[in-house]
């Protein structure tokens, strides 16, 4: 017995370049960028004093104050992109059997303001004025119990965690319990929202991101000479993932199919990438055999893309590990380039563009690609968007602790 075909039916998108999937989709393929000076807090005191917000946001005009109690900001991106996306799925729940549907919304890091403001209180007030909702703001798997509570599913429910990885192992995660038959549809994707002091503080510790204060919108330069860092962003995205049949049977429309995953892990270091992108050379391996698709198959690779010195040498020496010299004929693009990096939330956003691409055979461009280096030689798609046939992608998703994922989607074909 094969496998059961999995296709994506609904998108939904809160990100730094645009508050839903048209104006996400839109922003990347013009080029615009999602830096600026931040907002949310003084930042007199930091190394870095910029990031990638998202925009136009007043959450008092999606949720009451009573429901904002409850919410950390992660979890109302993941609620406004759920929202977005059984939307667009056109899916009319109330015909639908909601033991059948499951929730998997995974976040890097989770509550970090709730956590933040919360044992500010505790110290400077006492144990008696922390909220009651801290835990449940806090915890990571509470993004996904808010949209099974709110829609009423009772399939399978649950949170990925695993760095920049999160929202990619979720959807892999998801398409498998489709294919095992654990579910006929799942809600699946990532939310982050770390630009608070300590995420800041903490990724400047480590020497991550930029300190390119002086012109935020050219920080994020993946595969470029002159990268110093990736660029914080937050936001949030979900993909609904359908059983082909039962997509058939409601006459839904497809975005694209998705095919293939692989999981693997670097065995090496904390946050650095194993040598040569070893992890990752696995990861794409056990996708593409995952899709039984050859690497010639392959037009398009949405790359992780961060803009650290390390990620993207290593990610650029994998892909020519695993595609040999018909890695110069492929084209390569860093969504990470416009939007920061949204962490737990990054790889849904990423496959989001990736299948718009294999749908719409348009290539969003890698901005501010403009001093080559001599170790990232691959078509990274440098600032123009481009118009290519593209029948089959990946897309990679790598987190610290060594945690790797590629998704593999292909046009959708009967």
């Known amino acids: 017995m094969g496998k059961r075909r999995v296709v994506i039916t609904g998108m939904g998108v809160i990100s730094p370049v645009g508050n839903n999937v048209k104006e996400t989709w839109e922003a990347l393929l013009s080029g615009k960028n999602g830096a600026a000076p931040i907002t949310l807090f003084d930042t007199s005191d930091y190394e870095t004093k910029f990031a990638c917000e998202v925009k136009n946001y007043d959450p008092l005009e999606h949720f009451d104050r009573k429901e904002l109690r409850r919410l950390d900001r992660f979890s109302q991106f993941a609620i406004l992109a759920a929202e977005e996306a059984l939307n667009d799925s056109g899916m009319e729940l109330d015909k639908e059997d909601r033991d059948r549907i499951g929730v998997i919304v995974g976040s890097g ?136 049949e039962h997509a058939r049977a409601r006459g839904a429309k497809i975005y694209a199919e998705l095919v293939g995953v692989g999981f693997t892990a670097d065995a090496f270091h904390i946050t650095q990438p194993a040598p040569g992108g070893e992890g990752a050379i696995r990861a794409m391996k056990a996708a593409l055999k995952d899709a039984n698709l050859q690497p010639t198959d392959v037009q398009y690779i949405n790359a992780h893309g961060t803009s650290t010195y390390f990620n993207d040498k290593n990610e650029t020496e994998a892909i020519k590990s695993v595609f040999g010299d018909y890695a110069y004929e492929l084209v390569v693009s860093s969504t990470k380039s416009m939007t920061g990096h949204l962490l737990g939330a990054s790889g849904v956003l990423e496959l989001i563009a990736t299948s718009l691409t294999v749908q719409q055979n348009k290539v969003h461009p890698t901005v501010n690609y403009e001093f080559p280096d001599p170790a990232c030689d691959l078509n990274y798609v440098p600032n123009t968007p481009i118009e290519k046939e593209v029948n089959a992608a990946l897309s990679n998703s790598f987190g610290f602790g060594g945690h790797n994922v590629t998704l593999c989607v292909k046009k959708f074909m009967e």
């Open 109 to 244: 890091i989770g509550g970090m303001l709730s956590f933040e403001d919360e044992h500010t209180k505790l110290v400077t007030r006492g144990p008696r004025r922390v909220s009651p909702f801290f835990i449940p703001n806090l915890i990571i798997d509470i993004a996904a119990g808010h949209i099974s509570i709110k829609y009423g599913l009772k399939g399978p429910n649950f949170a990925t965690v695993s760095a920049c990885a999160t929202a990619a192992h979720s959807i892999g995660t998801a398409m498998r319990t489709i294919q095992y038959g654990d579910a006929e549809v799942m809600i699946c994707g990532g939310a982050e929202a770390a630009i608070v002091p300590s995420g800041i503080a903490g990724f400047n510790a480590m020497k991550a991101i930029s300190t390119r204060n002086e012109d935020p919108q050219k920080a994020s330069r993946p595969f470029d000479a002159k990268r110093d860092g990736f660029v914080m962003g937050e936001g949030g995205g979900i993909l609904i993932l359908e059983e082909l």
